[in-house]
């Protein structure tokens, strides 16, 4: 059955991610780009994590989310021990916390979509955890067609909506001035 997506503000959420390897490192690398405040548990950190992260070098003992749960967000699960994985994810089941674990779809809660980002503009896709090459390729190809500059239309026309918003009562005029000024936008950019 496919994942519903949905859109999440992480601006000073909490996320805890247990695991210190490179898969854990680029969660929370996404994780901070949308704001979100990372802790990482591992019993070694085996490559770069951000330097904003809390890291943390110790195994994982079920007090690691007992003791923070009120405040998590979600958890990740990137070990490379799949006892350990089952651990968190029924802990996290049993607190109500989204958990994502790695590579194991049925262990899942939610499931990490690819992402395509240009500021505000974020494209997520899914193949419901079945094949991330699926999701690779069909991300690929939403790249290929964005115009580069898609952020940058995108926070004008926020302007323009808001401005338009003031000024202009009907709805449908409203839509009309929309529709005109990301044509021009797009041809412009193109």
């Given at each position: 059955m496919a994942y519903f997506?949905?859109?999440?503000?992480?601006?000073?959420?909490?996320?805890?991610?247990?695991?210190?390897?490179?898969?854990?490192?680029?969660?929370?690398?996404?994780?901070?780009?949308?704001g979100a405040e990372v802790t990482v548990i591992a019993r070694n950190f085996l490559c770069s994590f951000p330097k904003e992260a809390e890291l943390i070098e110790k195994s994982f003992e079920k007090e690691d989310i007992l003791s923070r749960a009120p405040e998590l967000f979600l958890i990740i699960a990137a070990t490379d021990e799949r006892t350990v994985n089952e651990e968190i994810a029924g802990l996290s089941r049993e607190l109500r916390i989204p958990v994502n674990v790695v590579d194991d779809e049925p262990l899942c809660s939610f499931t990490f979509p690819a992402v395509i980002r240009e500021d505000d503009v974020v494209v997520s896709v899914s193949s419901g955890g079945k094949s991330p090459l699926v999701t690779?390729?069909?991300?690929?190809?939403?790249?290929?067609?964005?115009?580069?500059?898609?952020?940058?239309?995108?926070d004008e026309m926020g302007r323009l909506r808001k401005k338009t918003r003031e000024s202009v009562a009907d709805q449908k005029e409203r839509r009309e001035i929309y529709k005109e000024a990301l044509s021009n936008l797009l041809n412009k950019n193109s």
């Open positions: 997506p949905l859109m999440v503000d992480l601006k000073d959420k909490r996320i805890l991610i247990i695991g210190g390897g490179e898969t854990a490192a680029r969660k929370a690398e996404l994780m901070q780009d949308f690779q390729y069909v991300k690929k190809r939403i790249k290929e067609i964005l115009p580069p500059d898609i952020g940058y239309i995108n």
